[in-house]
């Protein structure tokens, strides 16, 4: 199955925050790959540990500065982080528990994240950089 990988296409403008989103693109990617093998279970659970720890501390990054700027949009967008964590612990307790979590559903991980990029962290770089955040 294709893997996936960041794309220019994906930049929000800030290297910074292009740089986490290209780290959890990588993890994405990473676990999706154990989760392609049936029998690689104890690196999965890694692989989606350290998915979890990146995404918590990125998405706590771009809260911050929602509040250092006081960005209008900001409900709405931790609204859809908070979706998001919800959708990834879901899988990780699942698998905890043994059950066994279909392929495809990594791959609605992957592409939900490329849509939130898309549809909300495209959205803020103008008023971050009217407010002085580079
Ligand atoms: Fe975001
Ligand atoms: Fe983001």
Known sequence: MESISWKPEYSVSFDSID???KIIIDLIGKALTFAERDSQEYEL???LNELQKYVIYHFGREENYFRLTSYTDEELHVQEHRNYLGKLKRIIEQISLGEKVAVETFH????????HIDRFDKKYWEHFIKHGIS
Do not use: R, V
């Open 108 to 115: 609605t991980l992957s592409s939900c994240f490329l849509e």
């Open 45 to 47: 659970k890694e692989a």
């Open 19 to 21: 740089n986490d989103h």
